[in-house]
């Protein structure tokens, strides 16, 4: 019986307690203990739009050059839209704009110039009696500095470079030096220039 009964003990011993190195109270308090970290954060990976966007971005360059040239080739029609319609001018304008549609019409070597630019007037609304000034200021031109002095004044550089464009459809090369003197004398920039003869040359 004493054999049994040491026998029973250190099985019952090996079962029950810890081996040999080992703490199971400390470690229980140690991991309660332990301070809880943050998670390390997981680097993403690159996303598929983000590397879509990334292909399409010299595309997109391209593209935006493209659109700036074609700004910069029409910038009149973008930045400065002028249309000259006579019918919605003041009588004092219009008179001041047939003073120098007059004197464009006599610039050149053809003496039946003014007779076809009565009927060219008509694109830009002229109504009859902006047509009989006309006519009138053909028979009696006014000085040009005047009529260029009421011009600026008036603020019509623009619209009267325009009115003599219509006039002087073809240029003859003394027509063109006239153009080139009107657009200095009223102060019109080359860009102003360039849009209003692509617009209203024909």
């Known amino acids: 019986m004493t054999q049994v009964a040491r026998w029973l003990e250190r ?35 690159v996303a598929r739009r983000e590397r879509e966007s990334l292909r399409r971005e010299p595309i997109l360059l391209a593209l935006a050059e493209k659109v700036l040239a074609a700004h910069i080739q029409n910038r009149l029609q973008v930045s400065y839209p002028l249309t000259v319609n006579l019918a919605n001018h003041a009588p004092h ?20 110039r003014g007779r076809e630019a009565s009927g060219d007037l008509e694109a ?13 200021f053909l028979a009696a031109p006014p000085p040009l500095a005047t009529a260029i002095a009421a011009l600026v004044e008036a603020r019509l550089g623009a619209h009267a470079y325009a009115v003599c464009l219509v006039v002087l459809a073809r240029p003859s090369p003394d027509e063109a030096a006239f153009l080139a003197y009107l657009a200095a004398r009223l102060r019109l920039g080359q860009d102003v220039v360039d849009g209003l003869t692509r617009r209203y040359r024909r």
């Open 11 to 45: 099985r019952l011993a090996n079962e029950a307690g810890p081996r040999d190195g080992e703490f199971t109270a400390f470690e229980e308090v140690a991991l309660a203990n332990a301070p809880v970290l943050p998670p390390e954060p997981v680097k993403p990976a």
């Open 93 to 112: 304008e219009i008179e001041r704009l047939m003073a120098i549609a007059a004197i464009a019409a006599l610039a050149g070597d053809e003496a039946a």
């Open 124 to 136: 830009l609304s002229a109504s009859p009696d902006a047509r009989t000034r006309f006519e009138a």
